[in-house]
């Protein structure tokens, strides 16, 4: 006689399998009673001397009391492995019964670690009680080999200034060796020009080279190359070698040297007075000079005279092309108008050009007024002394 259950017996069976199966697969609950469980979100992770690995370890409390759980992390000689929250190192931790604490776990791998598999491990306990031993597998991988011991590259092999700037070329050695090697630089450049070498953009200490860590990239290496102020417009090639480990690696750099556009405005004998009278016109010169490296075109000149009826003429009023290095001479004509007042009055000459910043000279104009009766006084004096010299020549002969 074969038995067959009814359809609600069958169904309670598979649940009843189905609770077990659950029950057996979870790790809390597989934890005997009064145990302390640790677990995490992966176990096994491959990387490279020198690098970092973080995660986190849950710290589980199956015990019937609140407890302080202390934990701890053991990590191969030379290796680092701290148990942190916040910033802080852990050292224990307070979980209630049926709680969960989590903490970051930081593993540091030497670079002096050779490839391999190492491990980590994670306890923790309370009084006589110990929990599961949480084994994390840092297999270090092989650094790819090279066949140079080390390299050299430039983020930036082409720049460009005017002459008197300072062009930054930035730079990174890599070491491919596994032993510490040091590095020096220098730079070939033309004459006249300098170099200096600093370890980053942002450092004033100058330098001759590094001390470069076993498999290290050292990235941020500035090359600062100084323009002389007389460098002429043009491309000039520059090397930059590095040596270490018994070889040289050079660099081509290029550096474009632009051109420069300045004038100025002078005097021929420096002063800026220039005197006048009034309803009478006074001259003055003004020389115009281009002080950069390339040609200036339309320079235009403009006075600002006092206020009144002034006349203030400027030839040229315009330059069409001066040449580096050249001087142009305006003629300045300056009226004041008959009923100026005398005293000291202010002129300013301005010259704009769209190639450069605009320049001004200020002059001061003294203005003097001749009158009529200054014209008679001087004429009575005149006649005075030719009539003396008459009565002289007569009265005197014997």
């Not at 070939?188 to 498999?215: E, K, R």
């Not at 009278?277 to 115009?288: E, K, L, P, R, Y």
């Not at 203030?312 to 290095?325: E, K």
């Amino acid at each position: 006689m074969t038995y067959a259950p009814d359809a609600g017996m069958r169904w309670t069976i598979v649940a009843a399998m189905a609770a077990f199966l659950l029950l057996a697969s979870s790790p809390a609950l597989a934890q005997q009673p009064g145990g302390i469980y640790l677990s995490t979100y992966f176990t096994g992770v491959s990387v490279q001397a020198g690098q970092q690995v973080y995660t986190y370890v849950n710290v589980t409390n199956y015990m019937s009391e609140p407890a302080s759980i202390w934990v701890n992390a053991s990590a191969p000689p030379g290796w680092s492995a701290v148990l942190t929250y916040s910033g802080y190192n852990v050292t224990a931790v307070y979980a209630s019964p049926g709680s969960t604490r989590s903490v970051q776990l930081e593993i540091y791998v030497p670079s002096s670690a050779r490839p391999g598999t190492y491990d980590v491990n994670v306890t923790a306990g309370s009084g006589e009680v110990t929990s599961n031993v949480l084994t994390f597998q840092i297999d270090v991988a092989p650094v790819p080999t090279s066949s140079q011991p080390f390299t050299v590259s430039v983020s930036y092999p082409s720049l460009s200034g005017s002459p008197g700037s300072t062009l930054s070329y930035m730079f990174e050695v890599d070491n491919n060796l596994g032993t510490s090697e040091i590095a020096t630089f220098s730079m070939s450049t033309p004459p006249g020009w300098a170099v200096t070498f600093l370890p980053s953009q942002y450092s004033n200490t100058v330098i001759s080279g590094i001390q470069m860590g076993p498999y290290s990239a050292n990235p941020g290496l500035v090359a600062d190359v100084y323009v002389p102020s007389n460098a002429q417009p043009g491309i000039y090639n520059l090397t930059l070698t590095v040596t270490s480990a018994g070889r040289s690696v050079s660099v081509p750099l290029s550096a474009t040297v632009t051109g420069t556009y300045s004038y100025s405005l002078s005097t021929p004998n420096g002063l800026l007075s220039i005197s006048a009278q009034a309803g009478h016109t006074s001259a003055a010169t003004v020389i115009v000079t281009n002080t950069g490296t390339e040609p200036l075109t339309d320079i235009t000149l403009e006075a600002v005279q006092p206020s009144g009826e002034w006349t203030v003429q400027l030839s040229p009023s315009t330059i069409q092309v001066l040449q580096p290095g050249q001087n142009a001479t305006v003629t300045m004509t300056v009226t004041p108008p008959p009923n100026s007042i005398p005293g000291v009055y202010s002129l300013t000459v301005s010259a704009y050009s769209t190639q450069a910043s605009s320049q001004s000279l200020d002059f001061l104009v003294t203005v003097t007024k001749q009158t009529y009766w200054g014209f008679v006084g001087v004429v009575v004096i005149v006649a005075a002394i030719a009539a003396l010299i008459a009565v002289f020549w007569r009265f005197g002969r014997p």
